[in-house]
């Protein structure tokens, strides 16, 4: 009878590891695990993927961050412009049997370092309660920190910081009572003007002009 017919031949366990030692010093088996050369060469391109991986995500921040600090002029102008729209653009506004209007004239301009100051006065009611005569003035200007702002003072108050990064406000024309752009030098009186144009300018350069209408058609005066 054949050794087969008896089962698998059984294989002594010093015999088999002098099998292996052979066949790794021949090269015929590869030990387990990772040689130096090959952890060196797996940690150089992981170093060199990883700063690639930096590289571009650094230059996505920076670029988010140059358009965000293009976009933010003109956020502050278009806030500026909006805001002054919704209180200059009430000047003369008097309620139907208030007794005691506006002062006159209800649109003051008055020539200052960063432009003009703007002071208008208005009935306001739109709020609850009882209608208020105001007057409020409006001014670019620095704060003590440096940083440009839109100022707004009401009445004999101080004046209040409203939007910042304005650096200039001034009134480039005025809508006459017959619809004519009129520049307003010094001295000069508009009746029932329809409209006030506006320059903003922030401190990087850009500027924003803003048309505002004058509802009430009020009495426009530039100091001398």
Known sequence: MSAAAWGPTVVAPWRARRSARLAARRGLVRPEGLTLVEVLVALAVASLLLGVVSAVLGSARAAGAAEERAVEPWRALDLAAELLAEEVGLAGHEPYGLQDGATEPAVVVRLVATGHALGVAFVDDR??????????????????????????????????????????????????????????????????????????????????????????????????
């Open 127 to 224: 709020l609850a309660g009882p209608a208020v005569v105001r007057s409020l003035r409006f001014e670019a200007g620095t704060d003590p920190r440096g940083e440009h702002q839109l100022y707004r003072a009401s009445g004999g108050g101080s004046r209040q910081p409203l939007v910042e990064g304005v650096a200039g406000l001034a009134v480039e024309a005025v809508v006459d009572a017959a619809g004519a752009l009129a520049q307003p030098a010094p001295g000069r009186a508009f009746p029932s003007a329809r409209a006030l144009v506006l320059r903003l300018s922030a401190p990087s350069g850009e500027e924003r002009v803003a048309v505002v209408p004058l509802g009430a058609r009020p009495d426009v005066m530039v100091e001398p």
